[in-house]
């Protein structure tokens, strides 16, 4: 099975900051690589998927890169409405999905 | 608008069984891939079922044996039949709508907690 590891596991910024989290595959998962937000008490909601492409209604300061085994999540300017835990999930066997365990974004 | 509404959650002993449902609107269900993701308490997301178009299903190893994921396309809505309750299926479990050609979730029900406890 893929393994998937975000770090860092927790991340305390200031609003207007530039972040960054990374997600590591334990193997090569070509561009199957989505990520999700999610707030206390919320369903996660989806933000990039495959690796770069923005969901709709997500603001542009979102954005992900990556290839093969490392991806990272981007945000350029932290606004209060980002601080939220952030999850990388692969689909490269199409018969499971792997979620990373989660960064918790904090406010400095 | 896409809407999942899910229901059956509850407290129940080890051992007991418990039935999901996830209650579509906005798209047919029989159209497309639908999953369970489930979270226990202060942790994070595990994929637990997927029932494709054409009815095929699929699980975690955690679950296989135990849950069952069907589907009622005259009500547009999705089933987790829960048997052999543990522990450590206590989760809030959400109803997720998967677009199969990207492997991403991109529409999510607000979850139903169960609580599995003696």
């Known amino acids: 099975d893929i393994q998937m590891t975000q770090s860092p596991s927790s991340l305390s910024a200031p609003v207007g900051d530039r972040v960054t989290i990374t997600c590591r595959a334990s193997?090569?998962?070509?561009?199957?690589l989505n990520w999700y937000q999610q707030k206390p008490g919320k369903a996660p909601k989806l933000l990039i998927y495959a690796v770069s492409s923005l969901q709709s209604g997500v603001p542009s300061r979102f954005s992900g890169s990556g290839s093969g085994t490392e991806f990272t999540l981007t945000i350029s300017s932290l606004q209060p409405e980002d601080f939220a835990t952030y999850y990388c999930q692969e689909r490269y066997n199409t018969l499971m999905y792997t979620f990373g365990q989660g960064t918790k974004l904090e406010i400095k | 608008d896409v809407q999942l509404v899910e229901s059956g959650g509850g407290l129940i002993q080890p051992g007991g069984s418990l039935r999901l449902s996830c209650a579509a609107s906005?798209?047919?269900?029989?159209?497309?891939?639908m999953s369970w993701v489930r979270q226990a308490p202060g942790k994070g997301l595990e994929w637990v079922s997927d029932v494709y178009r054409s009815g095929s299903t699929y699980y975690a190893d955690s679950v296989r044996g135990r849950f069952t994921i069907s589907r009622d396309d005259s009500k547009n809505t999705v089933y987790l039949q829960m048997n052999s309750l543990r522990v450590d299926d206590t989760a809030v479990y959400y109803c997720a709508r998967v677009e199969f050609t990207l492997g991403c979730f991109d529409s999510w029900g607000q979850g139903t907690l169960v609580t599995v406890s003696s």
């Open positions: 906005g798209f047919t269900v029989s159209d497309t891939y």
């Open positions: 193997q090569g998962i070509s561009t199957f």
